[in-house]
């Protein structure tokens, strides 16, 4: 069983920037394919960003390239979101998501092919 922990969230202005880390329990996450995802209000959860389990490939949605870094530190088992030039409409309950990869160097972006799921952390981005 993995456990995942968020944090960083909370209230930031138009323009700002936060870091988002997840800390995994387990010994396995070098296996894990790690995804964000984020849910606002009154809309369903949608991917943000995925990295592989070696950390060497990521992948965004359109609405955040180029703006948000996922990255990974496998010695310290976490995963982090670097969110920059933040917008009101990124304001959502951001997660972190995990599947068991395996060796595989996979990108996923469904949200339905998770195997485990933080309890997420608020972004507040005030106009």
């Known amino acids: 069983q993995v456990q995942l922990v968020e944090s960083g969230g909370g209230l930031v202005q138009d323009g700002g920037s936060l870091r988002l880390s997840c800390a995994a329990s387990?010994?396995?996450?070098?296996?894990?394919?790690m995804d964000w995802f984020r849910q606002a209000p009154g809309q369903e959860r949608e991917f943000v960003a995925a990295i592989t389990t070696s950390g060497g490939r990521t992948y965004y949605a359109d609405s955040v390239r180029g703006r948000f870094t996922i990255s990974r530190d496998n010695a310290k088992n976490t995963v982090s979101l670097q969110m920059n030039s933040l917008k009101p409409e990124d304001t959502a309950v951001y997660y972190c998501a995990a599947l068991r990869a395996g060796y595989s160097e996979v990108l996923v972006r469904n949200r339905n092919a998770m195997n485990y799921w933080g309890k997420g952390t608020l972004v507040t981005v005030s106009s």
């Open positions: 387990g010994r396995t996450f070098s296996l894990l394919a």
